[in-house]
C-alpha cells in the first residue's frame, strides 16, 4: 500500500512539472508576440551595376532610403503598409534565427542582402543572396520580406 502513495505523488510531481513547463512555455510564446518592431534596416549589393541600397523603417512609419542609383529619400509609409510588412515578419518566424546563406560555388553577379530587425529587447540579423544564388535553401518568409521590401522601392522610381 506504501507503494502505490509513492507512484501517486510521483505521478502528481510529473503532471505538476508538465502543467509548470506549459504555463512558462505559452508565457515566453505570447512575450515574443508581444516585441514591438523598432527599426528594419534592410541592405542590397552588388549585382553587376554595383547596386548599394540601404532602407531604414522605423517603428512610427518614418523611412529612409539611400541609393547609388535612385538617391536619398525621406518618407512615411502609411500605417497599412507598415502593417502589412511587420506581420509578414513575425509570421515568417525569422525573428527567432540568425542566420547565413551565402553563395554557391561558380555564382556570380548576384545580389547580397542584410536585415536587420530591433525589436524592444533583441536584434535580429539575417544576411542572404539572391535565391537562385544561394547555396542553402532560403525560409519562404525570407524571400517574401525581401520582396516586400523591393515592392517599397520600387514604388518610389517615379516620385
Known sequence: MGAVRINRKWILLAIIGLLFTAIYT?????MDASQ???EIAWQRTGGFAGLDETLIIKSDGSTYLSSNI???KEFTLSESELV???T??????ILKIDASYGPKAGATDFFSYS??????SKSTRIEWVDDWAS???LPEGLVDIGER?????QGLENV
Do not use: A, P, Q
Not at 26 to 30: E, L, R
Open 26 to 30: 505559452v508565457y515566453n510564446s505570447m
Open 36 to 38: 514591438e518592431i523598432t
Open 70 to 72: 535612385l538617391g536619398e
Open 84 to 86: 502589412s510588412l511587420t
Open 88 to 93: 509578414i515578419i513575425v509570421d515568417s518566424g
Open 115 to 120: 536585415i536587420r530587425i530591433d525589436s524592444d
Open 135 to 137: 547555396k542553402e535553401e
Open 149 to 153: 521590401l523591393l515592392t517599397i522601392i
